[in-house]
């Protein structure tokens, strides 16, 4: 069965403090994984797309890493407008777009 | 550029009452896309839509119907509603030649049903 998780389910970081959330995925066949931003009570914001391991995207303080099994969101030094639910989703098969349950973090200054 | 805008924002409902949410886009994308998010749930895709006049079954299509005559709008519905359909409703939109899954996403409607 096609799975996504994310972990850790919440994290609160201070500014600065770098750290990395966690997508790891299981699937028939992956035709790529995406990155979004959720704001409280907003749609979610497009970041980043990963179509092979080894891939990596970066947006700013942002970076998107892509192996066989995970994908990886670091965030270095991060501010408190970074604050946001990051959400990952796999894309199996040309019908189908499995999203995780996101991660929560809070950046205090 | 409005980009994705849904309508109403929020919503009460009736047991067994109906209602329709409305999609529209004004970025001339070709997929449309209605998802609902639960809390500690990732979103599920209710129906989607490749192009005007097509729509087709997601992950959780039943008690929905939904309709695409214009290219620009995607209409969700709800002919009976049940409490199990109190959700937020997000639709999204993709633009034609890319990925069709970088999608833009709307603001989102809160529907409770009682």
């Known amino acids: 069965e096609d799975q996504v998780t994310q972990s850790p389910e919440a994290l609160r970081l201070q500014e600065g403090e770098s750290s990395s959330l966690n997508c790891s995925y299981t699937v028939s066949g992956l035709r790529g994984l995406f990155w979004y931003r959720q704001d409280p009570g907003k749609g979610p914001e497009f970041l980043f797309t990963l179509y092979s391991a080894g891939e990596e995207k970066e947006k700013e303080r942002l970076k998107a890493t892509l192996t066989k099994k995970e994908s990886f969101l670091h965030i270095t030094a991060p501010k408190p407008e970074d604050s946001a639910t990051y959400l990952c989703a796999v894309h199996p098969s040309p019908d189908k777009l499995i999203f995780g349950t996101g991660t929560r973090l809070q950046v205090f200054p | 550029n409005a980009g994705v805008t849904q309508t109403p924002k929020f919503r009460v409902l009736k047991t067994g009452q109906s209602m329709t949410l409305l999609c529209a886009q004004d970025m001339n994308h070709e997929y449309m896309y209605w998802y609902r998010q639960d809390p500690g749930m990732g979103l599920r895709l209710i129906h989607y839509?490749?192009?005007?006049?097509?729509?087709a079954k997601g992950e959780v299509p039943d008690g929905y119907n939904v309709s695409r005559l214009k290219k620009q709008n995607f209409l969700l519905g709800l002919e009976s509603a049940a409490p199990s359909q109190t959700s937020v409703y997000f639709c999204?939109?993709?633009?034609?030649?890319?990925?069709?899954?970088?999608?833009?996403f709307g603001p989102g409607t809160r529907l409770t049903v009682t």
């Open positions: 839509s490749v192009g005007e006049g097509t729509t």
């Open positions: 999204a939109s993709s633009p034609p030649g890319q990925s069709p899954y970088e999608q833009y």
